[in-house]
């Protein structure tokens, strides 16, 4: 991947992935003690949480008459909250798909406790909670806080759920998580709940409202909420139990949306590599054609790495390379837009500075950054194939094999001493001019090559040079590439053969997968 200057423009990683599923606890809930007043401390004793319970129950807020309430550690991805209550299911869920620092870890399988934040502001002091369980009866730990800025202040990492009564008044000023300004709108009974959604995108949130208030917490678990409870009706089994259910369905919503991403992602990428690589247009060329592509997956992320081949009606092959700076689907489709425009453009009769100026303006255009660039290699082989035009912007000089036989010595023909290994080595790239977008009103110079008459030339992307050589910081480089291709052909590899073995040497040097793309193409003439 070239190196942007002076610096490389950030791109917004999409987390992916599927969460592994969690084994189901055994066990029902146990019995709880009376309830105890709310004090807003944490209890002193504090034990580690478990997944839920499969005990039922029935009240106003978690469920219709009739409707019951699922495990709490089998509750179903893409589970429906009726405007009653009722609660369904329809899918497993996964375990340790919530990342710390936003609401992840306890009560399920893993070690932190489960802990809830209520938020209410009752001055009467009216609102007391029974003693919380989990399904294995160890202690669930409560904080407290009056107001909205004291919930963002409690609202720590180990915090898992957060209770929050509706009635709660007039929400403070604050910011969302992306730092930007976030009014309540007038008139919105939900701007409590909406503020406090935004301060913890990551956590569950259970809304507590009047039981004849049911329309308003059915309209809570529409706007995010979790579930809906009714003030007066708390107990310590359904309190408990709802907790652990929030917990659970939060992290399930998680889970079934980063694999909804993923997919997208996937199938994304796919289409952009499709026209990352083309179908070449040789039609009537007795060249050969081979090529490679192997997106860099280190980060998951798709590059901008492009080639393509075209004959024109003269008869002249052309072929190009090249590489978009930074990683992501911008810079890939950029890399399309160039590929096609390249084409169209060689396709109506351009060539050399005048392509690659025209190209520049495209990517002027184009481009959302101004320090995003292209390096770009193009070639055009006259109809005879003994000779070709070579421009170079900011990209390395491709690669050509020839007989053994110096070319001082090739004769008319071309050929070498049979059965000799050829010769591989780089195209002359002194002459070769900047990287298109860096530099305006830039010319990059034609230079012309004599090929002769059986040749293989490859061209790359720096992908295949750039991965290191050890454990060290040492890089394969151009001269070690050089040296690699030598070895393989003296091996006999030749065309689709040669590039994977190419590709995946410089894999196996790197210890690994490669942090950029790498894409190779190979072009043939036998005599």
């Known amino acids: 991947m070239p190196v942007p200057v002076p610096r490389q423009r950030a791109i917004p990683a999409v987390e992916g992935g599927q969460a592994h599923a969690a084994s189901p606890s055994g066990g029902p809930a146990q019995a709880a003690p009376a309830s105890g007043a709310l004090s807003g401390q944490e209890p002193s004793s504090t034990r580690h949480g478990t997944s839920g319970d499969a005990s039922h129950g029935d009240h106003g807020a978690t469920a219709d008459s009739g409707a019951a309430v699922q495990r709490a550690d089998a509750v179903h991805s893409g589970s429906a909250v009726h405007s009653g209550g009722a609660v369904h299911s329809g899918g497993a869920v996964h375990s340790g798909d919530v990342p710390s620092g936003g609401g992840g870890g306890g009560g399920v399988n893993g070690t932190a406790p489960l802990t809830l934040l209520v938020i209410e502001d009752d001055p009467a002091g009216a609102l007391t909670l029974p003693e919380l369980r ?97 003030r007066d009706e708390l107990d310590s089994r359904l309190l408990s139990r709802a907790v652990r259910y929030a917990v659970e369905r939060k992290r399930s919503d998680r889970a079934e949306r980063r694999l909804t991403e993923s997919k997208l992602r996937a199938q994304e990428n796919a289409r ?167 530099l305006p009103n830039a010319r990059w110079p034609r230079q012309q090559v004599e090929l002769g008459g059986e040749w293989s030339l490859m061209l790359y992307t720096d992908g295949l040079i750039e991965g290191r050589t050890g454990e060290g910081k040492e890089r394969l480089g151009q001269d070690g590439m050089v040296d690699m291709v030598r070895r393989q052909l003296a091996q006999g590899l030749r065309g689709e053969e040669l590039l994977r073995a190419a590709v995946n040497e410089v894999r196996d040097l790197n210890g690994g997968e490669l942090t950029d793309d790498v894409a190779v193409l190979l072009l043939d003439r036998v005599a």
């Not at 329309?215 to 995010?224: I, L």
Request: aromatic share 4%; charged share 25%.
């Open 272 to 438: 952009l590599e499709r026209g990352l690589l083309p179908t070449p247009l040789l039609e009537g060329s007795s060249l050969r054609f081979a090529a490679r592509y192997r997106p860099g997956r280190s980060r998951a992320l798709l590059g901008g790495d492009f080639y393509d081949t075209v004959r024109t009606p003269d008869g002249t092959v052309h072929a190009m390379i090249g590489d978009v700076c930074g990683h992501g689907p911008d810079e890939a489709a950029l890399g399309v837009e160039l590929r096609i425009a390249w084409r169209a453009l060689t396709l109506a009769g351009l060539c050399g500075d005048r392509l690659l100026s025209t190209l520049q303006q495209v990517l002027e255009h184009e481009r959302d950054n101004d320090e995003i660039f292209a390096t770009l290699c193009t070639v055009d082989i006259a109809p005879d194939g003994r000779r070709a035009g070579l421009c170079l912007a900011g990209h390395p000089a491709p690669l050509i094999s020839r007989p053994a036989r110096s070319r001082a010595l090739v004769g008319a023909d071309g050929a070498g001493d049979a059965g000799v290994p050829p010769v591989a080595e780089l195209l002359p790239y002194e002459n070769g001019g900047p990287a298109l977008g860096l």
């Open 134 to 230: 989990d399904a294995a009866g160890r202690q669930i730990r409560v904080r407290t806080a009056r107001n909205l800025t004291e919930a963002e202040r409690l609202l720590t990492d180990d915090v898992q759920c957060v209770l929050l009564d509706l009635a709660l008044r007039t929400p403070a000023p604050a910011t969302t998580s992306e730092g930007t300004a976030a009014e309540p709108e007038p008139d919105d009974e939900l701007a409590t709940l909406r503020h406090v959604l935004r301060l913890a995108p990551r956590h569950a949130v259970l809304a507590l409202t009047p039981a004849e208030d049911t329309e308003r917490g059915a309209e809570a678990v529409r706007v995010g909420a979790q579930d809906y409870l009714f």
